[in-house]
């Protein structure tokens, strides 16, 4: 049996005491913390919760928000290195995880730190299948014509647009999640965008994220 539990400061800091206990709890709620956590052996049903915890919305949602980010040291160790990475223009910097470890939330992070140092583009590889359709999906995002277009025209008009100093002054930011679906010219073309400079300042700045699938293939030949 447990011994007396501690009185709790606030309701936030309840909510994170009973959240912890229900993850290592047993399936019966009157045989677990929760009981002495909340001080109630019934269920809370939609909108209690908020209710006995004094919040304004449900806690815990399966979205990715930096409104409730927890700066725990290893993510917070990432967003800070990354954000130093690029901000010194010391090249393409590469988040490799497992699922669920929180890298789309480290990308809405990077995004709210660098916003207002460059422009953000944030991408989904999603089903990018060509060289074309990845330089199209950047001109849209960048609000630049694209409708018939093709490959060659399509670089050259982001090359155009990305090294004009009236456009984009500080450079681009480009964030690319789930990036290990990438095809291999794919990368190679992220890559070359990195080479774009303008006053000696590189035009792209390049953040990947992906699985352990993305490392493997970085370390391909075909990228040397």
Same mark, same amino acid.
């Not at 990036?179 to 291999?184: C, H, I």
């Given at each position: 049996m447990c011994g007396p539990l501690p009185t709790l400061a606030s309701p936030r800091s309840q909510l994170v005491n009973a959240f912890s206990a229900i993850r290592q709890s047993s399936n019966n709620p009157k045989d677990s913390k929760v009981v002495k956590l909340l001080g109630t052996s =019934?269920? $809370?049903?939609?909108?209690?919760? *908020?209710?006995h915890f004094q919040l304004d919305? &449900?806690?815990f949602s399966s979205?990715?928000?930096?409104?409730?980010?927890?700066?725990?040291?290893?993510?917070?160790?990432a967003r800070s290195s990354i954000v130093r990475q690029i901000l010194r223009e010391e090249g393409p910097a590469f988040v490799v995880g497992?699922?669920?470890?929180? =890298?789309? $939330?480290?990308?809405?992070?990077? *995004?709210?730190?660098?916003?207002?140092?460059? &422009?953000?583009?944030?991408?989904?590889?999603?089903?990018?299948?060509?060289?074309?359709?990845?330089?199209q999906v950047m001109l849209y995002e960048l609000g630049v014509s694209y409708h018939g277009l093709d490959e060659g025209e399509a670089r050259?008009?982001?090359?155009?647009?990305?090294?004009?100093?009236?456009?984009?002054?500080?450079?681009?930011l480009l964030l690319v999640?789930?990036?290990?679906?990438?095809?291999?010219?794919?990368?190679?073309?992220?890559?070359?965008?990195t080479n774009l400079m303008a006053n000696n300042h590189p035009c792209i700045r390049l953040v990947l994220i992906g699985d352990r699938r993305l490392e493997e293939k970085f370390a391909h030949p075909k990228l040397e």
């Open positions: =019934k269920p $809370l049903c939609d909108g209690k919760i *908020e209710q919305r &449900r806690p979205i990715p928000d930096v409104e409730e980010y927890f700066a725990a040291s290893t993510i917070e160790d497992t699922v669920g470890i929180g =890298k789309t $939330l480290l990308s809405h992070l990077l *995004e709210d730190a660098l916003i207002h140092h460059c &422009r953000v583009i944030k991408m989904t590889s999603g089903r990018l299948s060509t060289r074309r359709a990845l330089l050259l008009a982001l090359i155009d647009y990305v090294t004009n100093p009236e456009h984009c002054p500080e450079g681009i999640d789930e990036a290990e679906d990438l095809r291999m010219p794919l990368l190679d073309e992220l890559r070359m965008m």
